[in-house]
């Protein structure tokens, strides 16, 4: 039985004998007092002598509304009572432990620690066999669950299991797990590495400059300035989802480790990861970037799914978190500070992170949310940091064997789309997925709410390369991607003949 009180309550008796209407008020303000049990609700008003004034229970057939943004009616048998609290917030509580009561039906930890509209909006976008489709397509995130399995297959004989799939840009969010006698994955370890890109922090600037993203004066000749310190900020609180080159990391990363048969669902509400990073160049830091690594360990083997940079790109990508002011920073100099996750009431964490040069005392902080993701990437080869050449690029070039035949035909130069000979190379970059002799592309754009399709075709005729034949095959990269709030351009969606493997997505 859950026991809430309010003090202030004001108490309007409401009659119509002898056909008038009658009202009578109480002078004084009274406390109420209400106990929620599964199907009633009662109620008592009492005054300052503690005498009771009201008393009633409320049940799912008893006369009742609210009046207006702080007023609740009660109606029994010929006469009706108003109570009127002092704000509209009392009003709120009071209502939904009613609420609560009457349907019969005690709050659940869940329903207690999540916003109604957040649970409506995860259940019913998860809801959709299209989206359990894409993210059973991502080939690493599946290949690697089927290997583990059939690795460690004496674990599974006799047991029942369980897929308890979600997606999230933190694995100890939402961990993907099969639960037997043991757990699927059994660890998890999310890394964070100090990273440097100037142009993805001047995309997000305050500075007016054109590329930015936060600087727009009108729109349709409204001024927008008004707006402008609102929009930077909200940027800033957007963690960056997208896949990057490895060459932007500044100091080799700090992991958190998590066991998955030994934490608690209360150590994962708040985490703390300290951390201190000592830099291996010089340049401005402009955040921090995370991905997490986990390891099936089975009795016969373990397995290990990466969504490092360096891997195979699956569809959790990689994620990065801007400081507000960079920090610049020289090699051998140490930066320390905290990454603090809280979990909020919409399933997911608001992100703090504090980081400082202890050479020089220089320090920076941002506070993220991760309800709110900025899905920055687009499917093309993620650009090296500037000044990474060590070399002509263009001696190199031209004295690759094999790579540039000027005796050639062009029709044998690399075509649009085709990685294969970057894939081949000794500069190659595993985070990218091939398509070997892709076909046109194909801009319809595809239903709206799609998580980017990660799969595996093949099959077919060899001999198809338009994307109207006959063996050709229709893959889909969706053009939309969405995960806990509104959709954002992608990708278009690539045509590939039948014969082709996609590799890694």
């Not at 009201?54 to 108003?82: D, H, Y």
């Not at 100890?172 to 059994?186: G, I, R, W, Y």
């Amino acid at each position: 039985m859950a026991v809430s009180v309010f003090t202030g309550v004001r108490l309007l008796s409401i009659g119509d004998a002898n056909g008038e209407i009658q009202r009578q008020s109480e002078q004084q303000a009274l406390r109420l007092e209400i106990n929620s049990t599964p199907g009633a609700a009662l109620i008592n008003l009492s005054n300052s002598e503690d005498t009771s004034v009201f008393k009633c229970s409320l049940t799912k057939e008893t006369e009742c509304s609210r009046v207006g943004k702080q007023s609740f009616i009660i109606t029994l048998g010929q006469n009706s009572v108003l109570l009127q609290f002092p704000t509209p917030a009392d009003f709120c509580s009071f209502y939904n432990a009613v609420k609560s009561s009457t349907a019969g039906v005690e709050s659940s930890v869940f329903n207690m620690r999540t916003e109604e509209a957040s649970a409506v909006q995860y259940f019913q976008f998860y809801g959709y066999l299209s989206q359990q489709q894409n993210m059973m397509q991502d080939n690493v995130r599946t290949g690697t669950y089927q290997r583990a399995i059939l690795q460690n297959h004496a674990d599974f004989k006799d047991k029942d299991a369980e897929d308890a799939e979600a997606v999230s840009l933190c694995p100890l969010q939402d961990a993907e797990v099969v639960s037997l006698c043991n757990m699927f994955p059994t660890i998890g370890d999310v890394h964070l590495a100090p990273f440097t890109d100037e142009q993805l922090y001047m995309s997000s600037s305050p500075k007016p400059t054109s590329g930015t993203r936060a600087y727009q004066q009108s729109f349709h000749g409204v001024d927008l300035s008004a707006l402008r310190g609102a929009a930077v900020e909200e940027y800033f609180r957007q963690p960056i989802v997208d896949t990057f080159d490895v060459r932007i990391l500044m100091a080799k990363s700090v992991k958190y480790t998590v066991n998955f048969l030994e934490v608690k669902e209360t150590d994962m509400h708040r985490i703390e990861i300290p951390f201190k990073f000592h830099m291996m160049q010089s340049g401005l830091v402009h955040g921090l970037a995370f991905w997490f690594d986990v390891a099936f360990m089975g009795s016969m083997m373990t397995v290990w799914l990466s969504t490092a940079p360096t891997e195979p790109l699956t569809h959790w990508y990689q994620v990065r978190c801007l400081l507000q002011s960079p920090l610049f920073t020289k090699a051998g100099d140490t930066l320390t500070g905290t990454a603090l996750l809280v979990a909020n009431k919409r399933q997911s964490y608001d992100i703090s992170i504090v980081a400082q040069v202890d050479q020089t005392g220089s320090k920076s902080s941002n506070t993220l949310d991760l309800k709110n993701p900025f899905f920055r990437y687009t499917g093309t080869t993620p650009a090296p940091p500037p000044g990474s050449h060590y070399s002509s690029p263009s001696e190199n070039m031209w004295n690759t064997s094999g790579t540039y035949n000027m005796n050639q035909n062009v029709s044998a130069m690399p075509a649009a789309y085709d990685l294969s000979a970057v894939i081949g190379g000794s500069s190659a970059h595993n985070n990218l997925i091939p398509l070997v002799n892709t076909a046109g592309v194909n801009h319809t754009p595809s239903r709206v709410g799609s998580i980017m399709s990660t799969g595996l075709l093949q099959g077919g005729s060899s001999e198809q390369s338009e994307p109207s034949g006959g063996g050709a095959v229709q893959y889909p990269i969706p053009s939309q991607f969405m995960m806990g709030g509104a959709s954002v351009p992608m990708a278009s969606p690539v045509a590939i003949p039948s014969n082709t493997m996609h590799y890694g997505s």
